[in-house]
């Protein structure tokens, strides 16, 4: 089951994620673009609750879901946020929230345009009228900047992970491999090994767009990383907002 032996490590592994950034920019989208001072907003792929936690504390009304039952557990043992474990495709939830997010690349595990269109369908039934969408995509100048081929290693103690990420160019997808080694809690204890492997599809602006129904949806920003400014093919992370239609 995707992220089983991750989710443990995953906090520790993301260490490095500028999370305040994203909270700021979700800030400024609400108070830019949004028809409500308390949103209810609900957070898709949601993982640990690191996002939910931050925005719970900052007052907002805050649902969360992710597909995995083992991030799920790791954010209300954590974090006590409010999450359901749920395919993105299929939410559990009718026309309630003011805002939905997918952030940190978790939309790129759509593997096809269909899956995208499934999704966008989703996301609609949930959303008030009038109510944003925020999702982030990782691009190819980013595969092919950091992640072409990339090994890393890391030792806690009790877990230690190797993982090898590499690009397949051709069809646009980008590997992340991880080999983990877990200690049990029987006695004497052992290390219990895990291999997990992910993959995302790594569509272009344009593409995206395409699968985006404009019946549905005003698209109201497509910008580079977290500026309110249009993307380039330099770009690393692309951030999309839409407006549900009534």
Not at 55 to 63: F, H, Q
Not at 126 to 147: W, Y
């Amino acid at each position: 089951m995707q992220y089983e032996a991750l989710a443990p490590i995953y906090d520790r592994l993301m260490g490095h994620v500028e999370y305040d950034e994203w909270i700021e920019l979700i800030t400024k989208v609400i108070n830019r673009y949004g028809s409500r001072n308390d949103p209810k907003i609900l957070e898709i792929g949601a993982g640990t609750g690191i996002v939910g936690s931050l925005l719970k504390g900052m007052g907002y009304r805050y649902t969360a879901s992710d597909l995995s039952p083992a991030m799920c557990n790791v954010a209300r043992r954590l974090r006590n946020v409010p999450i359901c474990a749920a395919d993105a495709r299929h939410l559990p939830f009718k026309q309630c929230f003011d805002a939905a997010l997918f952030l940190y690349d978790g939309i790129n595990y759509m593997m096809t345009l269909d899956e995208y269109r499934k999704l966008f369908a989703s996301v609609y039934d949930v959303l008030l009228p009038g109510g944003l969408f925020l999702f982030d995509i990782t691009t190819q100048e980013n595969s092919l900047r950091h992640f072409v081929y990339y090994v890393d290693f890391a030792d806690y103690g009790d877990i230690s992970y190797v993982r090898h990420s590499y690009y397949d160019e051709i069809r646009a997808i980008q590997h992340n491999d991880f080999t983990i080694y877990r200690l049990s809690d029987d006695h004497p204890p052992y290390y219990e090994k895990f291999i997990e492997r992910h993959v995302q599809k790594i569509l272009s602006v344009p593409e995206i767009e395409k699968a985006i129904p404009k019946k549905r949806f005003e698209v109201l920003g497509i910008w580079d990383g977290f500026l309110f400014k249009k993307y380039s093919g330099k770009s690393i992370r692309i951030h999309f907002l839409l407006r549900r239609l009534d």
